[in-house]
């Protein structure tokens, strides 16, 4: 394990990001994953944060309500297609998505719900600000493109306490 600074991880983060390549893990006694796709790694309060953006349907969003604490953990050496796949469509309402899909919950440095083995790197945050978005200030554009049943995310920002890479 080497810790990494938040900064050298953003191209990379970013562009997984993009692709929808990693994995946002909350709960520290029944953890759950879900795959995530929109995100933003910066500077915020004079800290590193990691900005998720969680629809309230999501098991996900329930648990990051009640617990103060996510990781993300991101594929650089394993595929994981498919586990990104599965844990970007299944509930953790309906299932233990780490059982049988090729992916692991694995005790993480500093923040009590787990890291994703199989990633090489993570990013652990604890919630400093959760906020749900509403439309009304919100571009009619981005509206009309990602908010036309007008579901609007929750966004939790996390400050990173930890990143770090499991890579050798
Ligand atoms: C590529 C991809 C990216 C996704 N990105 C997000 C995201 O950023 N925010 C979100 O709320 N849901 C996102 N989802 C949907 C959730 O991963 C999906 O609804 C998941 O089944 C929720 O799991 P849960 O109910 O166990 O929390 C994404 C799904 C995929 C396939």
């Known amino acids: 394990m080497k810790y990494l600074s938040y900064i050298e991880s953003i191209e990379f983060a970013t562009d997984a990001l993009s692709k929808g390549r990693a994995f946002l893990t909350s709960g520290k006694d029944a953890p759950n994953t879900m795959t995530i796709g929109w995100g933003s790694i910066g500077y915020m309060w004079n800290r590193p944060v990691f900005i998720a ?10 648990i990051m309500l009640k617990e103060s604490e996510f990781t993300v953990s991101i594929p650089t050496k394993n595929d994981l297609s498919a586990a990104l796949a599965f844990a970007g469509t299944a509930s ?33 945050c604890k919630t400093r600000l959760i906020q749900d978005m509403t439309g009304d200030r919100m571009d009619e554009s981005v509206i009309a493109r990602s908010y036309p049943a007008r579901d609007f995310h929750t966004i939790f920002i996390g400050e990173i306490v930890s990143c770090y890479t499991t890579d050798e």
Do not use: M, W, Y
């Open 92 to 124: 953790g309402r309906d299932g233990n998505k780490f059982e049988g899909h090729g992916i692991t919950a694995s005790p993480s440095q500093h923040v009590s719900c787990p890291i994703i083995k199989e990633c090489g790197l993570h990013f652990e």
């Open 53 to 62: 953006v969680v629809r309230p349907q999501r098991h996900t969003h329930g």
